[in-house]
């Protein structure tokens, strides 16, 4: 099973700009989609961004277009989302899930096999 460890959280001002990364070890890492997903206080866990297993093709909550970018390096079987124009309602634990085989998702039920996230808190 693909072991998923997140990284690149921390306190930011509202304006700035992180970077995250997903450190996936296992062979099969670039077979699978991946996802990223964030749970705020109180709230349910949902879909930020996904890429599919080339990555071809990518997804992204209304909330975030325009302002992170999902991309993935299956040489390095490391998937990143850089965060730009960070707004204090996007605190969050972030977290990196195993997608579907080859196709992305934006449906948070088709994600398995979770990192352990990462905290990102926004300060206006």
């Known amino acids: 099973q693909v072991q998923l460890v997140e990284s690149g959280g921390g306190l930011v001002q509202a304006g700035g700009s992180l970077r995250l990364s997903c450190a996936a070890s296992?062979?099969?890492?670039?077979?699978?989609?991946m996802g990223w997903l964030r749970q705020a206080p109180g709230k349910e866990r949902d879909f930020v961004a996904a890429?599919?297993?080339?990555?071809?093709?990518?997804y992204y909550a209304d909330s975030v277009e325009g302002r992170f970018t999902i991309s993935r390096d299956n040489a390095k079987n490391t998937v990143y989302l850089q965060m730009n124009s960070l707004k204090p309602e996007d605190t969050a634990v972030y977290y990196c899930?195993?997608?579907?085989?080859?196709?992305?998702?934006?449906?948070?039920?088709?994600?398995?096999?979770w990192g352990q996230g990462t905290q990102v808190t926004v300060s206006s």
């Open positions: 296992g062979r099969t890492f670039s077979r699978y989609a």
């Open positions: 899930a195993q997608g579907p085989l080859l196709r992305a998702t934006t449906k948070v039920n088709e994600y398995d096999n």
């Open positions: 890429i599919s297993w080339g990555g071809g093709s990518t």
